[in-house]
C-alpha cells in the first residue's frame, strides 16, 4: 500500500509502498477514503510545538516516533476483519475514532479515552490515513456511516467537529450564558453551529478577519468582533451590558488571545482553552480566587461524543465544511497551505 509518511521533521513527505497490514485479533483493515488534514499534523510534520519562553517542545519527547504516517480523521470502508472482530462486515462505511489509549488507566476506564495516560491515537503514536489501509486496533473505534452521507465531510467529525464539540461540552453553557468564542476558523465555525444547536447561549465570535466574521455570522453568530479593528474589550463588554463573557472558548489560544480573553471575563466565567498555537500566559494570581475564574484545556473528545455528532451531521444539525481535496502525493502541498492559511473549511486527502 502506498503512504505518505514524515520520515524526518520538515522535510516533505514521503510516497513510501509498505506492505499492507494484516488484521489480526479485534483489529480491522480499513480502507481509507478520506483523511483530512489538521493544524495538529503540522506540529507533528514541524516536530513540536512553542513552549513557555519561546521553548521549543518537541513531539518525539512525548513520544512519537518517526517515520511517522499522520492523519487521523479517516474515513473509508472495512477491507477485512481479525478473527475476533465483529459488528462490521466488508464494505461498510465506517469513521474511525482514532484517539485511542490503552484501555486501564483512570480516563479510559471513565471513558475519555481521549486523555489517556499512555495515548495511542492513530495518526501520532501509530500510523494513520495517510495512506491506501489504516490498521485500527479494535471493532470498538468503528461508527457506522450512513452511505448517504458524504465520506469527506464525516472524516473532519472525529478531530475537528469532535474538539468542538468536546469544547463547547467543557464550557458548560447555561441559555442565559454569553459566550465569546476565539478564531472563526475551522473549529470555531463547527463550535457556533454546536452552541447554537445544543444550548441557548448568546454567541459572540471574535477574529481578525471580517470574512471568516461574515461566515462566522452566517453560521450562527449573534454578534461579532474583529478585534484588529475594534478594542475587543470594549466590545465585549458593550455586547454584556458591562458585566463580561460568562464563558470563552479560545480556539487560537496564544498568548495575545488569552491576554485579552482574561480581560473580558464576567465573575465565576470558564475559559476554555483550545487551540495549540502555544505561547506562555501572565496570572494575576488573586483575580483567580476572587473572581472565581475556571481555566479550563480541552482536547478532542470522547467516543460517545463523536457518535452523538455523527447523529447531529446525519440530521443536518451541523454541516463540516470541507474546501479542498489532495491525493496522497499533495500531502506536503495540503499541509503547507493550512500553515499558509489557504484552507477556508477543511483538507481532506482522498488516497
Ligand atoms: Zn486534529
Ligand atoms: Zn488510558
Same mark, same amino acid.
Given at each position: 500500500?502506498?503512504?505518505?509518511?514524515?520520515? !524526518?521533521?520538515?522535510?516533505?513527505?514521503?510516497?513510501?509502498?509498505? %506492505?499492507?497490514?494484516?488484521? !489480526?485479533?479485534?483489529?480491522?483493515?480499513?480502507? +481509507?477514503?478520506?483523511?483530512?488534514?489538521?493544524?495538529?499534523?503540522?506540529?507533528?510534520?514541524?516536530?513540536?510545538?512553542?513552549?513557555?519562553?519561546?521553548? #521549543?517542545?518537541? $513531539?518525539?519527547?512525548?513520544?512519537?516516533?518517526?517515520?511517522?504516517?499522520?492523519?487521523?480523521?479517516?474515513?473509508?470502508?472495512?477491507?477485512?476483519?481479525?478473527?475476533?472482530?465483529?459488528?462490521?462486515?466488508?464494505?461498510? !462505511?465506517?469513521?474511525?475514532?482514532?484517539?485511542?489509549?490503552?484501555?486501564?488507566?483512570?480516563?479510559?476506564?471513565? =471513558?475519555?479515552?481521549?486523555?489517556?495516560?499512555?495515548?495511542?491515537?492513530?495518526?501520532?503514536?501509530?500510523?494513520?490515513?495517510? &495512506? %491506501?489501509?489504516?490498521? +485500527?486496533?479494535?471493532?470498538?473505534?468503528?461508527?457506522? /456511516?450512513?452511505?448517504?452521507?458524504? $465520506?469527506?465531510?464525516?472524516?473532519?467529525?472525529?478531530?475537528?467537529?469532535? $474538539?468542538? @464539540?468536546?469544547?463547547?461540552?467543557?464550557?458548560?453553557?447555561?441559555?442565559?450564558?454569553?459566550?465569546? /468564542?476565539?478564531?472563526?476558523?475551522?473549529?470555531?465555525?463547527? &463550535?457556533?453551529?454546536?452552541?447554537?444547536?445544543?444550548?441557548?447561549?448568546?454567541?459572540?465570535?471574535?477574529?481578525?478577519?471580517?470574512?471568516?466574521?461574515? &461566515?462566522?455570522?452566517?453560521?450562527?453568530?449573534?454578534?461579532?468582533?474583529?478585534?484588529?479593528? %475594534?478594542?475587543?474589550?470594549?466590545?465585549?463588554?458593550?455586547?454584556?451590558?458591562?458585566? =463580561? &463573557?460568562?464563558?470563552?472558548?479560545?480556539? +487560537?489560544?496564544?498568548?495575545?488571545?488569552?491576554?485579552?480573553?482574561?480581560?473580558?471575563?464576567?465573575?465565576?466565567?470558564?475559559?476554555?482553552?483550545?487551540?495549540?498555537?502555544?505561547?506562555?500566559?501572565?496570572?494575576?494570581?488573586?483575580?483567580?480566587? $476572587?473572581?472565581?475564574?475556571?481555566?479550563?484545556?480541552? @482536547?478532542?473528545?470522547?467516543?460517545?461524543?463523536?457518535?452523538?455528532? /455523527?447523529?447531529?451531521?446525519?440530521?443536518?444539525?451541523?454541516?463540516?465544511?470541507?474546501?479542498?481535496? #489532495?491525493?496522497?502525493?499533495?500531502?506536503?502541498?495540503?499541509?503547507?497551505?493550512?500553515?499558509?492559511?489557504?484552507?477556508?473549511?477543511? =483538507?481532506?486527502?482522498?488516497?
Amino acid at each position: 500500500m502506498k503512504s505518505a509518511r514524515i520520515v !524526518k521533521p520538515k522535510e516533505s513527505l514521503e510516497v513510501k509502498e509498505l %506492505e499492507t497490514p494484516k488484521p !489480526k485479533g479485534s483489529q480491522v483493515l480499513i480502507k +481509507v477514503q478520506s483523511s483530512g488534514v489538521c493544524h495538529s499534523d503540522i506540529h507533528l510534520w514541524e516536530g513540536g510545538y512553542e513552549g513557555i519562553g519561546g521553548q #521549543f517542545l518537541n $513531539t518525539t519527547d512525548r513520544g512519537v516516533k518517526y517515520p511517522l504516517t499522520p492523519g487521523h480523521e479517516i474515513a473509508g470502508i472495512v477491507d477485512s476483519l481479525g478473527e475476533e472482530a465483529q459488528g462490521f462486515t466488508k464494505d461498510e !462505511k465506517v469513521l474511525v475514532y482514532p484517539w485511542i489509549g490503552e484501555g486501564l488507566c483512570p480516563a479510559c476506564r471513565s =471513558g475519555e479515552e481521549n486523555l489517556c495516560d499512555k495515548p495511542r491515537s492513530l495518526g501520532i503514536y501509530m500510523d494513520g490515513g495517510y &495512506a %491506501e489501509y489504516v490498521l +485500527v486496533p479494535s471493532y470498538r473505534y468503528l461508527v457506522k /456511516i450512513d452511505d448517504e452521507m458524504d $465520506t469527506d465531510a464525516s472524516a473532519t467529525i472525529s478531530c475537528s467537529a469532535l $474538539t468542538a @464539540y468536546g469544547a463547547v461540552k467543557n464550557a458548560n453553557l447555561k441559555p442565559y450564558d454569553n459566550v465569546v /468564542i476565539v478564531g472563526a476558523g475551522g473549529l470555531g465555525l463547527m &463550535a457556533i453551529q454546536l452552541a447554537k444547536a445544543v444550548t441557548g447561549s448568546k454567541i459572540i465570535a471574535m477574529d481578525l478577519d471580517d470574512e471568516k466574521l461574515s &461566515a462566522a455570522k452566517k453560521n450562527g453568530a449573534d454578534n461579532t468582533i474583529n478585534s484588529k479593528k %475594534e478594542d475587543p474589550i470594549r466590545a465585549v463588554m458593550e455586547l454584556t451590558d458591562n458585566m =463580561g &463573557a460568562d464563558a470563552v472558548i479560545d480556539f +487560537v489560544n496564544a498568548s495575545k488571545t488569552v491576554e485579552t480573553d482574561m480581560q473580558f471575563l464576567r465573575k465565576r466565567a470558564k475559559l476554555v482553552l483550545v487551540g495549540l498555537f502555544g505561547g506562555e500566559l501572565k496570572l494575576s494570581l488573586v483575580s483567580m480566587p $476572587t473572581r472565581a475564574y475556571r481555566l479550563i484545556g480541552s @482536547y478532542t473528545g470522547t467516543l460517545s461524543d463523536m457518535t452523538e455528532l /455523527i447523529s447531529l451531521a446525519k440530521r443536518g444539525v451541523i454541516k463540516p465544511l470541507v474546501s479542498n481535496r #489532495f491525493k496522497l502525493s499533495q500531502a506536503t502541498e495540503a499541509l503547507t497551505m493550512l500553515k499558509e492559511g489557504k484552507i477556508v473549511g477543511r =483538507g481532506v486527502i482522498n488516497p
